[in-house]
């Protein structure tokens, strides 16, 4: 089984900084792009960032200059570093993966963390 494991959420007051992690874990045999999403109360889920294996990213136009996603390969995790957080970045966020397993054959998952909370307020 191939499981991704998020960190680093929490309460930061507005114009704060947090960085989350997420690390895969399991029969990884590659993983492909990576991503984090958000949900906030009443709303649906959007995207906030990607990035291909090979470092490409791409950005919500609300976080572009304030976010940034990276990835370590070696350890199978992503990161979301957000600086100059906003009240309307409160959600829960979670990190996705498209991940190539190994088994008795190769099996592409669509894998999704737990999600962990971001709240931005005074």
């Known amino acids: 089984q191939v499981q991704l494991v998020e960190s680093g959420g929490g309460l930061v007051q507005p114009g704060g900084s947090l960085r989350l992690s997420c690390a895969a874990s399991?029969?990884?045999?590659?993983?492909?792009?990576m991503g984090w999403y958000r949900q906030a109360p009443g709303k649906q889920r959007e995207l906030v960032a990607t990035?291909?294996?090979?470092?490409?990213?791409n950005y919500a136009d609300s976080v572009k200059g304030r976010f940034t996603i990276s990835r370590d390969n070696a350890k199978n995790t992503v990161y979301l570093q957000m600086n100059s957080l906003k009240p309307e970045d409160t959600a829960v966020y979670s990190c996705?993966?498209?991940?190539?397993?190994?088994?008795?054959?190769?099996?592409?998952?669509?894998?999704w963390g737990q999600g962990t909370q971001v709240t931005v307020s005074s």
């Open positions: 399991g029969r990884i045999f590659i993983i492909n792009a």
């Open positions: 996705n993966a498209q991940i190539t397993e190994y088994g008795s054959r190769l099996y592409l998952r669509d894998c």
């Open positions: 990035i291909t294996t090979g470092g490409i990213t």
